[in-house]
């Protein structure tokens, strides 16, 4: 991660300086155990985050991470993807505070390059409402992965 210093953040709606760069988040959940997926859809992402981290032989650093919640504004609910992968960056080596646990664009300096979300049935919303989530939080890249052809006939869609 970026010292603040060096970190500063800017969106249409919000600019984030040194100040102010690292909100309150005591009242955030980070985790909630909640999500109910299915083998396939974790046998992908898990397919997916390994491999990079197996063949990937460049010096840039990058975090790969499935369904780790992506926090784009202050008061707005976390983003979970099921597959994301941000480049120059890294992991705080502590993972267990808070502010590390997650996916905080106000810490990485910026959102992910690349978000995947895998269908594995229809109330996913991936071409909908999912889209433009991940459009309002600045994902340059998105990409459905639907192998079963449920919303597309098309098995991987990119945007």
Do not use: C
Request: charged share 30%.
């Amino acid at each position: 991660m970026k010292s603040s210093e060096e970190i500063v953040f800017h969106a249409p709606h919000e600019t984030w300086t040194d100040e102010d760069i690292r909100p309150d988040i005591s009242h955030i959940e980070t985790e909630d155990d909640a999500l109910v997926d299915n083998i396939f859809s974790e046998k992908q992402m898990r397919l997916l985050t390994e491999t990079l981290y197996a063949s990937w032989h460049r010096e840039q650093p990058f975090l790969a991470m499935a369904d780790v919640g992506l926090f784009y504004a202050r008061r707005k609910p976390a983003l979970v993807p099921d597959v994301m992968l941000s480049l120059d960056v890294e992991a705080a080596e502590d993972w267990f505070p808070k502010e590390n646990r997650s996916y905080f664009t106000w810490e990485f300096g910026k959102p992910p390059e690349v978000v995947i979300e895998i269908v594995s049935n229809f109330r996913g919303e991936e071409l909908g409402t999912t889209m433009e989530k991940y459009a309002t939080a600045y994902v340059p890249y998105y990409v459905v992965y639907d192998p079963r052809a449920k919303l597309r006939r098309a098995a991987v869609t990119p945007f």
